[in-house]
């Protein structure tokens, strides 16, 4: 099956720092994958669409100075949350299409702490 | 925009009791229907997903959904639960428009089922 992996699965950091995440699909090729925050006891939240080759699309609210979005190859996406703050803290996960199939299939999800 | 409503946002039950968790979305165009579940930390797993044909969709762990069309309405369903079954469900619609695609989720339902 499709399996997608996040790094790290969780981080600790000091507010003012930036925190990079990065998402890979392992056994597929994405052209497109989705990252999602999650805070407690909340749904997830779609942030933007990370497209291989070309600029993110950001939903609306999501500050994309804030959370840069790079989708360097076919098989990795990187979120990097600059200057995070305490309000910053939540799951971050993203996912990945599988062409042909139209399922989305998500990674482990990553734990932000900003201290 | 679409959007997608779960009724039920935490049930409890004993184990062997039957399951319906609630399901609403709202767009007018294609969409494909999935349930989630996220076990206690582990991340999102497929239940079950409704592309076209039965509107009666048979999942795993002896899950099941009933598409009805005309209530706009996604209805999970297990005859009967086990202690195993606690976790947290999330209903997904994507909405596909063209070569673009949408996920978005339902706020999540916690099952708590007591031995």
């Known amino acids: 099956g499709a399996v997608v992996s996040q790094h790290p699965s969780w981080v600790i950091c000091k507010s003012g720092t930036s925190v990079k995440i990065e998402c890979r699909s392992l056994?597929?090729?994405?052209?497109?994958m989705f990252w999602y925050r999650q805070f407690p006891k909340q749904s997830l939240m779609l942030m933007a669409t990370s497209n291989e080759g070309s600029k993110a699309t950001y939903e609306q609210g999501v500050e994309k100075d804030k959370f840069l979005i790079n989708h360097a190859s076919l098989t990795l996406s990187t979120l990097t949350v600059t200057s995070a703050h305490p309000e910053d803290s939540s799951f971050y996960i993203c996912?990945?299409?599988?062409?042909?199939?139209?399922?989305?299939?998500f990674g482990p999800g990553t734990r932000l702490t900003v201290l | 925009a679409q959007s997608v409503s779960q009724h039920n946002h935490h049930v409890i039950l004993s184990e062997a009791a039957s399951l319906e968790l609630g399901c609403n979305y709202s767009?007018?165009?294609?969409?494909?229907l999935f349930w989630y579940v996220q076990y206690p930390g582990q991340h999102l797993q497929l239940l079950l997903k409704?592309?076209?044909?039965?509107?009666l969709v048979k999942g795993i762990k002896g899950f099941e959904a009933e598409f009805i069309k005309s209530k706009f309405s996604f209805n999970l369903r297990k005859p009967s639960v086990q202690w195993s079954d606690t976790a947290e469900y999330f209903c997904?619609?994507?909405?596909?428009?063209?070569?673009?695609?949408?996920?978005?989720f339902g706020i999540g339902t916690k099952l708590q089922v007591i031995p």
């Open positions: 767009y007018g165009g294609t969409v494909n």
């Open positions: 056994d597929f090729q994405a052209t497109t």
């Open positions: 997904a619609v994507n909405a596909r428009s063209g070569g673009y695609q949408k996920v978005t």
């Open positions: 996912s990945a299409p599988l062409l042909g199939v139209d399922e989305q299939f």
């Open positions: 409704y592309f076209s044909g039965d509107p």
